[in-house]
């Protein structure tokens, strides 16, 4: 482990906060249980070297026979494979985002929700930057954890979160619920990506892995749609390549669709809604009754 900044050195001393009290996610009972010190620390180490494995993973995008040739796709699908530790993330719209938010609030109760948002880790690891820049929502103990890292993380509100959301889904970018060890016990984040800078989300793109299709889909109406050179906005904003163009005509790859949403509320011609996925598969790292309210 690298310790880049003399905050991730004071972070390292501040032990106290492993030893308060700390919840997280139970997926089973969907109700909230008691974060261990043992958890607790393992995740907040996690948190202390993930801008070193964010730049490890960013050098292993940047060498074109690992992305480019059939070998280096396959030893990077290796690597990722064994890589059940790291954050796997499900796809999600702004609406099951906010529904997520709201039940932490709802099932905190007066304490208020455990919330805090940060830098983009990824931004901040890479030294590459673009607006928004304050879009990393940690929440339950990750909030706790992320806040005394001393990297920038400020606790917030619900209302807070959400505005963040809303302006995030505006950007374009594609909220991603994240957990560590493909246990929901490990929620700890709504990460807000785009395909340039974030590398969970181009690992995703070269290998398939680290994140998850959510439990909503989208649907598209060839009849309304109003083509490519009237509108388009579904190519700009899809980033899993769900829908292609023929000429004018836009084609839907339902296959490829993660759920995110991002096309539908900027379809000029209405063409575009989300409905239910029948073949959601994470229930029990994140309960479809939470995020579809
Ligand atoms: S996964 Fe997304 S929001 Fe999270 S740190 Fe990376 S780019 Fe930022
Ligand atoms: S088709 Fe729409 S909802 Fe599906 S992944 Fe692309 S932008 Fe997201
Ligand atoms: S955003 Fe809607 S109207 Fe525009 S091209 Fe895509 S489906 Fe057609």
Known sequence: MRLTQFSDLVSLFSVGHIFSEHSGLNPKEITLRKVGPIQYAVHWLYGVSEPTIL?????????????NTKSGKLVL????????????????TTKAAVNWV??????????????????CVCQKALNRWK???MKDITVLYGADIYYHLNMGYELIAAERAKSI???????????????????????????????????????????????YPG???ASHDPVKCIGKDNC???????????????????????ENCMGCGLCVTTCKGEARSMSIRKDYHHDKRISSKILLG
């Open 232 to 254: 388009g906005k579904c190519l700009q904003r899809c980033i899993y390549s769900a829908n292609q163009v023929s000429g004018d005509v836009i084609t839907y790859h339902a």
């Open 131 to 133: 607006e928004p820049v």
């Open 102 to 119: 709201d039940y932490i609030t709802n099932a905190e109760g007066p304490k208020g929700a455990r919330l805090a948002v940060g830098p």
């Open 77 to 92: 699908r290796a690597i990722t494979a064994v890589s059940w530790y790291f954050p796997y993330g499900i796809v999600v």
């Open 165 to 211: 959301l809303e302006a995030c889904h505006q950007e374009g970018l594609v909220h991603v619920i994240e957990f560590c060890f493909q246990s929901g016990k490990w929620n700890f984040v709504i990460c807000n990506c785009d395909s340039e800078i974030c590398a969970p989300t181009r690992v995703f793109l070269h290998t398939g892995k680290f994140q």
């Open 55 to 67: 730049r490890l993973t960013d050098w292993a995008l940047s060498r074109k026979w690992l992305t």
């Open 215 to 217: 439990p909503e889909i």
